[in-house]
Structures are given as structure tokens and as C-alpha cells.
Nanobody
Framework: VQIVESGGGLVQPGGSLRLSCAVS????????ANWYRQAPGKERELVAV????????NYADSVKGRFTISRDNAKNTVYLQLNSLKFEDTAVYYC?????WGQGTQVTVSS
């Protein structure tokens, strides 16, 4: 099983990024896919989830209206679109599918 995140980087406040999470090694479409983040000195928090069967999504209050999670089951990939980024969105973003975690991708919001 492999989960690989990409798309992080340095962006100015108000900017956008699109994170990708490529999944291989198991039946992706049956599982909910989650994005978490962990800022320095803070606990890891759930940012967004998209369910496998019906595609239902849910978001942390801190990102509602700014972030969008989506999935492409044909490509075994989960996306997280980050818009209107704020300083406090700076963190390592992790993808989790089932019991499996990726290594994370750094998002830094700085002017």
C-alpha cells in the first residue's frame, strides 16, 4: 500500500494550492478519504473527509467555504483545493485512507 501526497508549497495569504493524494495497493473506492494537518506545536487535526460510496463531504469549521475535498476513484486520487489561504493554514498536510497514512506535504502561507 502506498499513499503519496503532493502539491504543497509556499503561497501568499489569499492564494491557492491544490493538494493531491495518490493511493495504490488496495481498493480505494470503498474507503473514506481524509485530509489532516499538523501545525508546529499543535496536534494533528482533521480538515476534510470525502466518503467512498456516496461522495459525501465534511469539513472542519476553520476551513469551510475555503477548502474543497474531492476524489477521482478511476485515478485512485484524492484532492484538496485550498483557497483564500491564511497564515494559520500553515501546516504539514496528511492524507489518510483506511488505516494508511501518507508522509505529508508542507503548506506554508507567508508574505
Amino acid at each position: 500500500v502506498q499513499i503519496v501526497e503532493s502539491g504543497g508549497g509556499l503561497v501568499q495569504p489569499g492564494g491557492s494550492l491544490r493538494l493531491s493524494c495518490a493511493v495504490s495497493g488496495f481498493t480505494f473506492r470503498s474507503y473514506a478519504a481524509n485530509w489532516y494537518r499538523q501545525a508546529p506545536g499543535k496536534e494533528r487535526e482533521l480538515v476534510a473527509v470525502v466518503f467512498g460510496i456516496n461522495g459525501f463531504t465534511n469539513y472542519a469549521d476553520s476551513v469551510k467555504g475555503r477548502f474543497t475535498i474531492s476524489r477521482d476513484n478511476a485515478k485512485n486520487t484524492v484532492y484538496l483545493q485550498l483557497n483564500s489561504l491564511k497564515f494559520e493554514d500553515t501546516a504539514v498536510y496528511y492524507c489518510r485512507v483506511g488505516e494508511y497514512w501518507g508522509q505529508g506535504t508542507q503548506v506554508t502561507v507567508s508574505s
